[in-house]
């Protein structure tokens, strides 16, 4: 006990120290380059397969073999352990949340739910003829997740992990109320799994620190695709998400104490409570910061138009089953193009400006065409010719109305999100459309 203290002395002393690497790595990973990316390959995996990019995010190398104890720094090799462990464990049940997604989202937002898992049909189907479990780029960034854990707490202690505790998904359906909640749900998961390896990337070094920032960028990448859903769903609303998230984050936090194995010493050491309060906010900071630029135009464009990959051969329904399906869709599709879920206000004001918008398409197109190189050279977040454009864009829109502002600030956004890095390094570069 008393070396326990100890080791809880010597890491309050390394306290600063540890939240400016936390920063620094919060600070790189939640850049708006980074986000747009993500966000876009979402895009990607619907309508541009072919790019093994969009079906996976590729991982820096790494040499497991490498990684030994004298990695872990600032913390006791045993305490690591432990949150690996912990990590592991939430990770573990991962074809289980594939089924919950796909079905859950199936009517709330097809898109996603086609990116995160199968429908009970498709599920069913696929049990039936053994087929792989779920195509997904969620699904194939989850699934490597739970392994690497285990190799990496091998290395660490020695020995390999018990894997005989995971946690347990809970059963969804995809009524709207339970749909809400699961979209909650995963975004708290995404949003605990990247803070947690934030604050275990802090703690290592070499390959350590590099496998562990691979697999949180897994989950920036994922935290940020839902949130934008979540926006897309439910409008702005930052502090009611936060609220949200907290909420079920805290039951999560309680319930896991109780039934997870190193529950006991889960959460009593106050030095890592307090990096990981930092990280949580930190990372939400970061988050808000970038959704809050992204338009509705892109949103929309994300997650509604067709997706391009082929259906899953799934066993055909009976027609009346199939008649309940498609109107289902339908009815989906119609409550988002119609911003039902959105608060009153920020729906009236989303519908004006988007009134505002198709109104006025010719106007708005000549003010970027008038400029001889468009938003050219604009494309990477915080350029000098980003900045420039927005001046330029304050500017002519002094006198003029505040939607015209808005719209095309948001035109600027929507052009970087679609030439993002990965884009551009691929060479297929989008016009301003
Ligand atoms: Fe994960
Ligand atoms: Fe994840």
Known sequence: MAERRWSELRQALQLPKTLLSIYKIVREDFETAALDEYLWSFWGFHHEPHDLHYRARPWQKVQLRAIEPQDVVGIEVWEMALMLNIAMEDEEPIPEYTHQSGEGFRFLLPKLGRYMGKNDEQARFGADHDLEWCEGAWCAEERRHSNTLARIIERLMKMPPKRDNPNKPMAVTADEGAALQHLISRQTSEWKASSSYVIMAAHATGHLHNLIRNLERDEIKHLCIMSAADAYLLGPRPWRRFLDLVKKGLGNYTSQKKSRSGGDAFGTNPVTAIEGIAAHLLTEFWLRKWLRTIPLRTLTIVFEMPSGIPELPAFAPAPQRQAQIDEALKNGQNKRLKLDRWEPEQKRRALEQRRFEES??????????????????????????????????????????????????????????????????????????
């Open 360 to 433: 006025y398409a010719g106007v708005i197109e000549e003010t970027i065409e008038s400029q001889p190189e468009g938003f050219n050279g604009a494309e990477s977040p915080g350029s000098q010719r980003e900045n420039e454009l927005r001046k330029l864009i304050r500017q002519v829109t002094r006198t003029g109305t505040k939607k015209l502002r808005i719209c095309l600030l948001g035109r600027l956004r929507d052009f970087q999100v679609r030439n993002n890095r990965h884009v551009l390094a691929h060479g297929s570069r989008t016009r301003a459309q």
